[in-house]
Nanobody
Framework: QVQLVESGGGLVQAGDSLRLSCTASGRTFGYMAWFRQVPGKGREFVAAISWGAGNILYGDSVKGRFTISRHNVQNTVYLQMNNLKPEDTAVYYC????????????????WGQGIQVTVSS
């Protein structure tokens, strides 16, 4: 059974940093990603990374502040979030796919349950 489990969320102040982790079990994935969602809106692409980290993509709103990385032996993907802003407040979801990298929600078949990140001003 495939599972993706996020951790590391919480409440921080603007300007702070936070690191999210997502550990996959049940199989390995060539591509892993992070999306986020606020109430009433669809999921927004944050970042994605290929197996060997040769292909990394970022959403425009997080470029220069967030860094995605992965540890393949541990089957874990990380999202280092620096200089957090109140508009980064959202539920963050880990996503995984075997065959291709994507910036859209439908490009990923496997999802975690989501973890809340709240940034106060």
């Amino acid at each position: 059974q495939v599972q993706l489990v996020e951790s590391g969320g919480g409440l921080v102040q603007a300007g702070d940093s936070l690191r999210l982790s997502c550990t996959a079990s049940g199989r390995t994935f060539g591509y892993m990603a992070w999306f986020r969602q606020v109430p009433g809106k669809g999921r927004e692409f944050v970042a994605a990374i290929s197996w060997g980290a040769g292909n990394i993509l970022y959403g425009d709103s997080v470029k220069g502040r967030f860094t995605i990385s992965r540890h393949n032996v541990q089957n874990t993907v990380y999202l280092q979030m620096n200089n957090l802003k109140p508009e980064d407040t959202a539920v963050y979801y880990c996503a995984a796919e075997v065959y291709a990298i994507s910036t859209i929600e439908s490009g990923y078949h496997y999802w975690g349950q989501g973890i809340q990140v709240t940034v106060s001003s």
